[in-house]
């Protein structure tokens, strides 16, 4: 049988067991990975659970979300098929091409901040991709889950991580859209710039620029301390300029 993320249940049995969402099937990507067109990736921390809940707890239409395994007649994750997570992974891929799809709005947000730094950047295009560090939903929010259960899903989610990372072309940009990701992808190499720490001028957020090879392949990447997707649209602007130029002091070429 295939290695699937679909049926991941690295979880089970720890502290992070309870936190997690398990009728929801994991993320490994928002968006596919098209080599030929890719230029980068967001970095965030993991898939939200009102992709498939909205506001009242109640689970979406499912042409509106991602899968789920009762979307396949199943009890839990072991029982998908390859046929089932075949589908779940093509649902996925066109999460940002589906009509019917509504996007969470973390992404509608970061959609504008990636026309700032450059016109071709999209999700839509397929320009960029989503990656998180964790690949399932949780049932709160992330900042508050306890420590040792948050410590817990980034260590089983590495994996994942590093296999979506080895799959992008070499140089692909990595846009890391907080401290988390920041902290995460220093954990994997060492980050190499002309300055060590970058400050950016808006709204006291601090960042950093660089490269980084991780494995066989080398990296650009761009990381600032807060969410985009959270700063009001001059403070954004601002960012999406500092963005752009720093990269291309890390030789990226836009159209």
């Not at 992008?168 to 190499?189: A, C, F, H, R, Y």
Request: aromatic share 10%; hydrophobic share 40%; net charge positive.
């Amino acid at each position: 049988m295939k290695q699937f993320i679909e049926r991941c249940v690295d979880c089970r049995g720890t502290v992070a067991e309870s936190v997690i969402e398990w009728e929801c099937l994991p993320i490994r990507t928002f968006g596919g990975l098209p080599s030929g067109r890719l230029k980068a990736i967001t970095i965030g921390l993991n898939p939200a659970l009102d992709d498939w809940k909205d506001k009242n707890g109640e689970w979406r239409d499912s042409t509106e979300r991602a899968a789920t395994i009762f979307d396949y007649q199943k009890a839990k994750r072991e029982d998908l098929t390859d046929q089932d997570c075949a589908n779940a992974i093509r649902r996925r891929g066109e999460y940002f091409g589906n009509p019917n799809k509504k996007w969470h709005c973390y992404f509608e947000s970061m959609e504008a901040f990636l026309a700032r730094i450059d016109r071709k950047w999209s999700y839509v295009l397929g320009t960029v991709a989503h990656v998180d560090l964790i690949v399932c939903p949780t049932k709160v929010r992330f900042g508050k889950i306890n420590e040792q259960a948050r410590v817990a899903l980034l260590s089983n989610c590495q994996k994942h991580f590093l296999k979506t990372l080895n799959e992008l072309p070499e140089n692909t940009v990595l846009l890391l859209n907080g401290d988390l990701p920041i902290s995460q992808i220093k954990s994997l190499g060492q980050i190499l710039s002309r300055t060590p720490t970058q400050l950016v001028n808006v709204n006291g957020l601090s960042g950093i620029a660089g490269w980084i090879q991780i494995g066989t392949k080398k990296f650009v990447v761009c990381g600032w301390s807060q969410s985009a997707a959270k700063l009001s649209p001059p403070f954004k602007l601002d960012l999406a300029y500092w963005v752009r130029n720093e990269l291309k002091n890390q030789g990226v070429r836009f159209d």
